[in-house]
């Protein structure tokens, strides 16, 4: 395994994810009504584009973990650098719709190598068993990319318009990130495995590990739809609560801080508990956080910070249950077809979502995700028992 310093190689990676995530998954958030306004463009194919995307990031995401497997995660990011720069450019030059649309075909690529299960992937390889700390760091910085890219995106905007945002980030890819990834990540041998899992590991027996993961795949591709629906249509739930627009920008605007909250809670005292433990605290704070959102005013603020901090443990937890459970051995690959369902249920949960809130109404939507949450919270209870169930064979 590669001598790489952690110091150096957790911060680069923490500021590339900034702008992975900015540059690609929260671009349409501040740029879909004005590219809409200024082309005359379907403002539903617009932020389909997203889906798209993420739709391709599922579909490609077991290739790129078995890459990063077998060469290392300093050629599969510089990759996602290269992809979402042109991915980028590609949205700022379209003359037409599907031009633009299909632009996202090369952001979903990016995104699959780039975004936060290529960079865990990455930290496993390189230090094994002791990635568990610098993952979290780096969550840490993930959760500062909307608060700092919605700002910068909007500036960007003020400034060159939509189409000069996006080169803007297409230079920040081609010509910052990349050199980071090149600059701070080792070169790895190509099919130098990491260390076997250390002492303390017990990997499960092979009937066990199916099921369990069957299960990590159940908890982390529900947890994933549940937070696209908040994520995408939080306002609409809440302005439908009589809450108006401002107000609910505002309480929408404290998630992130509540996630923040919960990974550097969870940096510090992570090392004196299993992350089986993180995953149960995440699915109970998001099904509390959700059912406290169907609450009068001073409840739903309660609301959103709890709920905040459930899929703040979540990222966390999807990161470095697998590492923990499987060991470090395949680790990438395994994050690699963990991410596929997970990816394409974020690519069609927000047309869910709108189809839900459509048909039914924005209170029996929430409803309908507040059970989601709570069979959730179920199976991360099942896959806690059948955990403790391996490790007594």
Same mark, same amino acid.
């Given at each position: 395994?590669?001598?790489?310093?952690?110091?150096?190689?957790?911060?680069?990676?923490?500021?590339?994810? %900034?702008?992975?995530?900015?540059?690609?998954?929260?671009? $349409?958030?501040?740029?879909?009504?004005?590219?809409?306004?200024?082309?005359?463009?379907?403002?539903?194919?617009?932020? =389909? =584009?997203?889906?798209?995307?993420?739709?391709?990031?599922?579909?490609?995401?077991?290739?790129?973990?078995?890459?990063?497997?077998?060469?290392?995660?300093?050629?599969?990011?510089?990759?996602?650098?290269? !992809?979402?720069? !042109?991915?980028? @450019?590609?949205?700022?030059?379209?003359?037409?719709?599907?031009?633009?649309?299909?632009?996202?075909?090369?952001?979903?690529?990016?995104?699959?190598?780039?975004?936060?299960?290529?960079?865990? *992937?990455?930290?496993?390889?390189?230090?094994?068993?002791? &990635?568990?700390?610098?993952?979290?760091?780096?969550?840490?910085?993930?959760? @500062?990319?909307?608060?700092?890219?919605?700002? !910068?995106?909007?500036f960007f905007l003020q400034s060159l318009g939509?189409?000069?945002?996006?080169?803007?980030?297409?230079? /920040?890819?081609?010509?910052?990130?990349l050199g980071i990834y090149l600059a701070a990540?080792?070169?790895? $041998?190509?099919?130098?495995?990491?260390? $076997? $899992?250390?002492?303390?590991?017990?990997?499960?027996?092979?009937?066990?590990?199916?099921? /369990?993961?069957?299960?990590?795949?159940?908890?982390?591709?529900?947890?994933?739809?549940? *937070?696209?629906? %908040?994520?995408?249509? @939080?306002?609409?739930?809440?302005?439908?609560?009589?809450?108006?627009?401002?107000? &609910?920008?505002?309480?929408?605007? #404290?998630?992130?801080?509540?996630?923040?909250?919960?990974?550097?809670?969870?940096?510090?005292?992570?090392?004196?508990?299993?992350?089986?433990?993180?995953?149960?605290?995440?699915?109970?704070?998001?099904?509390?956080?959700?059912?406290?959102?169907?609450?009068?005013?001073?409840?739903?603020?309660?609301?959103?910070?709890?709920?905040?901090?459930?899929? =703040?443990?979540?990222? %966390? &937890?999807?990161?470095?249950?697998?590492?923990?459970?499987?060991?470090?051995?395949?680790?990438?690959?395994? #994050?690699?077809?963990?991410?596929?369902?997970?990816?394409?249920?974020?690519?069609?949960?927000? *047309? %869910?979502?709108?189809?839900?809130?459509?048909?039914? =109404?924005?209170?029996?939507?929430?409803?309908?995700?507040?059970?989601?949450?709570?069979?959730?919270?179920l199976l991360a209870a099942s896959l806690f028992?059948?955990?403790?169930? *391996?490790?007594?064979?």
């Amino acid at each position: 395994m590669p001598s790489a310093a952690p110091r150096l190689i957790v911060p680069a990676l923490g500021v590339t994810q %900034i702008f992975a995530w900015g540059s690609s998954y929260y671009l $349409p958030a501040v740029l879909a009504q004005p590219i809409a306004s200024d082309t005359g463009w379907s403002l539903t194919w617009i932020v =389909g =584009g997203l889906s798209l995307g993420l739709l391709i990031a599922g579909l490609t995401a077991p290739f790129v973990g078995r890459q990063i497997h077998r060469r290392g995660g300093r050629p599969v990011l510089a990759a996602s650098a290269v !992809l979402l720069g !042109l991915g980028c @450019l590609g949205l700022a030059i379209a003359p037409t719709l599907p031009m633009f649309v299909g632009a996202w075909v090369l952001m979903g690529l990016g995104m699959s190598a780039g975004l936060y299960d290529a960079a865990f *992937s990455t930290l496993g390889r390189l230090y094994g068993q002791d &990635a568990r700390q610098s993952i979290t760091t780096v969550t840490l910085f993930g959760g @500062l990319a909307s608060t700092i890219c919605w700002p !910068l995106s909007a500036f960007f905007l003020q400034s060159l318009g939509w189409r000069g945002t996006c080169l803007a980030y297409a230079a /920040i890819q081609l010509f910052i990130c990349l050199g980071i990834y090149l600059a701070a990540l080792p070169r790895e $041998p190509r099919h130098d495995p990491v260390d $076997p $899992p250390r002492d303390g590991v017990t990997v499960p027996s092979p009937r066990h590990a199916r099921a /369990i993961l069957l299960l990590l795949t159940l908890v982390i591709t529900v947890a994933s739809a549940i *937070s696209t629906i %908040i994520s995408v249509h @939080l306002l609409a739930i809440l302005q439908a609560r009589e809450i108006s627009l401002g107000d &609910a920008v505002a309480l929408g605007a #404290m998630i992130g801080p509540a996630q923040v909250a919960a990974r550097f809670i969870e940096m510090l005292i992570g090392k004196y508990h299993h992350p089986i433990w993180t995953k149960l605290a995440s699915a109970v704070f998001v099904a509390l956080g959700v059912a406290l959102l169907g609450g009068d005013l001073p409840l739903i603020s309660l609301g959103v910070i709890v709920y905040g901090a459930g899929i =703040g443990l979540e990222s %966390i &937890a999807r990161a470095t249950l697998p590492l923990t459970l499987f060991g470090a051995q395949d680790y990438a690959p395994i #994050m690699g077809r963990l991410a596929r369902p997970s990816l394409i249920a974020q690519a069609a949960t927000p *047309s %869910i979502g709108a189809f839900l809130i459509l048909w039914v =109404g924005p209170d029996r939507t929430l409803g309908i995700v507040g059970a989601l949450a709570a069979v959730n919270m179920l199976l991360a209870a099942s896959l806690f028992l059948v955990h403790r169930r *391996s490790r007594r064979r």
